[in-house]
């Protein structure tokens, strides 16, 4: 049907609108749409991840770089990454919520950078430190101060059972409460804990090399300065950067840097696949926002543990009867009335 050149269509109602109008509209909501995708990119927290060195350079920088892209795009927040310390303005820091420094070494940054820093700190920034970053500005006090503690040495890489001390902080309520993991451990030049809330020390008993006895700090956060700062000694190794617990710590101390910035991330089910090997089946689970979760699978009366952490949890379950089946998931975090659930056909042949 046609009337004065232009076609008509039916719009979402049923409605016969022209075409050069029907054009227009969709026109103005793809703008609408565009707008609305880059206001919520504008709300999301960001940060800058900053690799620079002048000392040691680590050979695990670039996985541990696409490590932390990688939980920033599970969990809801953008990541750019820089070795550039020109970075460090006031403009340009005022575009995230926490800088972390990863593996850095030396004397990064200027006087002039410095001093933006400490802006963005005092005006409640986040900062997290990992690795070396306590490796990092010796003869700056006040990043002394916002780390807690300077390196001092490591033995070698090996083996060693960590302690969580405070299970319920984001960075380490996933953890087992002895956490034995392989890293590059540190001893600092000075204790810590006077000045910092610590989240686990080091068993000196259990390794070769500790030297700063019983109490032996290797990761903490505390409030400083106006900002926030949280450390991890760990990280030393391309194995840690696709260590389930370990980047569930690492995000973490993450959250924990951007918490004043940011409104959490609303608690769901994202995705969940199931793969059947032979009568079992193997679910993934990617989730958001439920950092502390706890998961069971289900199939059936059959239960199995969900292992989640870092917003991706697994599980298999044991042999299955033939036939039509349906696996349920469940994530839940009593503390936050947290419940998530789910669920997905399949055929045990």
């Known amino acids: 049907m046609q009337s004065g050149g232009d076609s008509e269509r039916c719009d979402h109602a049923g409605t016969i609108v022209p075409m050069k109008r029907a054009i227009a509209l969709l026109a103005t909501c793809l703008a609408l749409s565009a707008l609305d995708a880059a206001s919520a990119a504008a709300a999301a927290p960001h940060i800058l991840v900053f690799t620079k060195t002048t000392g040691f350079r680590h050979a695990s920088i670039p996985a541990a770089i696409q490590a932390v892209r990688d939980l920033g795009a599970h969990n809801g927040f953008a990541v750019d990454a820089t070795e550039d310390s020109?970075?460090?303005?006031?403009?340009?820091?005022?575009?995230?919520?926490?800088?972390?420094?990863?593996?850095?070494?030396?004397?990064?940054?200027?006087?002039?950078?410095?001093?933006?820093?400490?802006?963005?700190?005092?005006?409640?920034?986040?900062w997290v430190g990992v690795h070396s970053a306590a490796d990092t500005e010796y003869d700056w006090p006040w990043y002394g101060n916002l780390i807690g503690a300077y390196f001092k040495?490591?033995?070698?890489?090996?083996?060693?059972?960590?302690?969580?001390?405070?299970?319920?902080?984001?960075?380490?309520?996933?953890?087992?409460?002895?956490?034995?993991?392989?890293?590059?451990?540190?001893?600092?030049?000075?204790?810590?804990?006077?000045?910092?809330?610590?989240?686990?020390?080091?068993?000196?008993?259990?390794?070769?090399?500790?030297?700063?006895?019983?109490?032996?700090?290797?990761?903490?956060?505390?409030?400083?300065?106006?900002?926030?700062?949280?450390?991890?000694?760990?990280?030393?190794?391309?194995?840690?950067?696709?260590?389930?617990?370990?980047?569930?710590?690492?995000?973490?101390?993450?959250?924990?840097?951007?918490?004043?910035?940011a409104e959490p991330a609303a608690a769901k089910i994202d995705s969940l696949t199931a793969k059947l090997h032979g009568r079992r089946v193997a679910v993934t689970v990617h989730y958001t926002g439920c950092?502390?979760?706890?998961?069971?699978?289900?199939?059936?009366?059959?239960?199995?543990?969900?292992?989640?952490?870092?917003?991706i949890a697994t599980a298999t379950s044991g042999v299955l009867p033939r036939g039509h089946r349906r696996v349920y998931v469940v994530l839940t975090d009593a503390a936050a009335g947290v419940k998530l659930t789910a669920s997905r056909p399949i055929v045990v042949r």
């Not at 405070?166 to 204790?191: C, H, I, V």
């Not at 700090?217 to 505390?222: E, S, V």
């Not at 502390?292 to 870092?310: M, Q």
């Open 86 to 126: 020109s970075d460090f303005t006031d403009d340009n820091l005022k575009r995230y919520d926490a800088v972390v420094f990863l593996m850095t070494t030396g004397d990064v940054l200027s006087d002039a950078q410095q001093t933006a820093f400490q802006r963005f700190i005092r005006a409640g920034g986040g």
């Open 153 to 261: 040495d490591h033995p070698a890489i090996q083996s060693a059972v960590l302690d969580v001390a405070d299970p319920r902080d984001r960075s380490t309520s996933g953890l087992p409460a002895k956490w034995m993991r392989t890293d590059e451990w540190y001893n600092f030049q000075s204790n810590p804990r006077s000045a910092v809330h610590v989240l686990a020390t080091i068993e000196e008993s259990s390794y070769d090399g500790g030297e700063m006895g019983a109490d032996h700090p290797i990761a903490w956060w505390h409030d400083y300065d106006g900002g926030r700062a949280w450390y991890t000694a760990g990280g030393h190794t391309d194995e840690a950067w696709s260590e389930p617990l370990f980047l569930a710590h690492v995000l973490g101390g993450i959250q924990y840097a951007i918490e004043t910035h």
């Open 291 to 311: 950092n502390a979760c706890r998961g069971t699978l289900r199939v059936g009366t059959a239960t199995s543990t969900l292992r989640a952490v870092g917003g």
